[in-house]
């Protein structure tokens, strides 16, 4: 009896390749959402998130001192209306000459508050804002 002599067959197996292709798209969908480089804000427009990287940081510290609110700037105590003034001086210029601004808002700070400062800031112009 003759013995029928086939090759095997010689494809290769995509299924390993069509599962992590499959995995990676889900992962960058969930990824690509919090890469964006703006927060887009109640009431319209958008707040640009990536800092420059030549021009001035300010880090502006919100805290409660017995109910309190207690501002800083860069690690020295600030007035509201001072604050304001420096964000109209700010906001007026280019928004690629603007400083970066990073709000660190503690926990027992009413967010009223913090959301008012944050509106103020946009309203003055300013375009780097970043929220801790």
Request: charged letters at 15%; one cysteine or more.
């Given at each position: 009896?003759?013995?029928?002599?086939?090759?095997?067959?010689?494809?290769?197996?995509?299924?390993?390749?069509v599962?992590?292709?499959?995995?990676?798209?889900?992962?960058?969908l969930?990824?690509?959402?919090?890469?964006?480089?703006?927060?887009?804000?109640?009431?319209?427009?958008?707040?640009?998130?990536?800092?420059?990287?030549?021009?001035?940081?300010?880090?502006?510290?919100?805290?409660?001192?017995?109910?309190?609110?207690?501002?800083?700037?860069?690690?020295?105590?600030?007035?509201?209306?001072?604050?304001?003034?420096?964000?109209?001086?700010?906001?007026?210029?280019?928004?690629?000459?603007?400083?970066?601004?990073?709000?660190?808002?503690?926990?027992?700070?009413?967010?009223?508050?913090?959301?008012?400062?944050?509106?103020?800031?946009?309203?003055?112009?300013?375009?780097?804002?970043?929220?801790?």
């Amino acid at each position: 009896m003759a013995r029928a002599t086939e090759d095997p067959i010689q494809q290769l197996n995509a299924m390993p390749l069509v599962g992590l292709m499959l995995v990676l798209a889900v992962v960058f969908l969930f990824a690509a959402p919090r890469a964006t480089s703006a927060v887009r804000l109640p009431g319209g427009g958008a707040i640009h998130c990536g800092p420059p990287s030549l021009n001035p940081q300010y880090e502006v510290v919100l805290a409660s001192d017995g109910g309190r609110p207690v501002l800083s700037l860069n690690g020295h105590s600030i007035s509201r209306p001072q604050l304001a003034g420096l964000f109209l001086s700010e906001g007026r210029l280019e928004p690629g000459d603007q400083g970066s601004w990073r709000f660190r808002i503690e926990l027992d700070v009413p967010y009223g508050l913090a959301a008012q400062l944050l509106a103020e800031g946009r309203r003055a112009g300013l375009v780097y804002i970043g929220v801790e």
